[in-house]
Nanobody, 127 residues
Framework: QVQLVESGGGLVQAGDSLRLSCAAS????????MGWFRQAPGKDRAFVAG????????GYAESVKGRFTISRDNAKNTVYLQINSLKPEDTGVYYC????????????????????WGQGTQVTVSS
């Protein structure tokens, strides 16, 4: 069973950048698509970025296109989310996720496709 641990969140000002990391342990994630989701205060968890198992394809929610970049380093069993030009509306808990349905596949935007989640990392953006 794979375990996912997110890190890199914090309290930042609008316009700053952060790089979130999602480190996997227990087994390799190199052949699984991965997703990043965000849960803003009082809202449901929502897709922000995904990457296919090989890293050759990625996608983003419309609200973060051009500012967020997802990447993976399969040698380190880690997925990253680079966040630039942070806005107050980016505030929330960021989760990485994967699951058996994503082996050798592309990412999915629905949270139901993911069965393994990290504990999340808090990002707070002040204006």
């Amino acid at each position: 069973q794979v375990q996912l641990v997110e890190s890199g969140g914090g309290l930042v000002q609008a316009g700053d950048s952060l790089r979130l990391s999602c480190a996997a342990s227990g087994r390799t994630i190199s052949n699984y698509a991965m997703g990043w989701f965000r849960q803003a205060p009082g809202k449901d968890r929502a897709f922000v970025a995904g990457i296919n198992w090989s890293g050759s394809s990625s996608g983003y929610a419309e609200s973060v296109k051009g500012r967020f970049t997802i990447s993976r380093d399969n040698a380190k069993n880690t997925v990253y989310l680079q966040i630039n030009s942070l806005k107050p509306e980016d505030t929330g808990v960021y989760y990485c996720a994967t699951g058996p349905r994503l082996q050798w596949r592309g990412y999915r935007e629905d949270s139901e496709s993911y069965s393994t989640w990290g504990q999340g990392t808090q990002v707070t953006v002040s204006s």
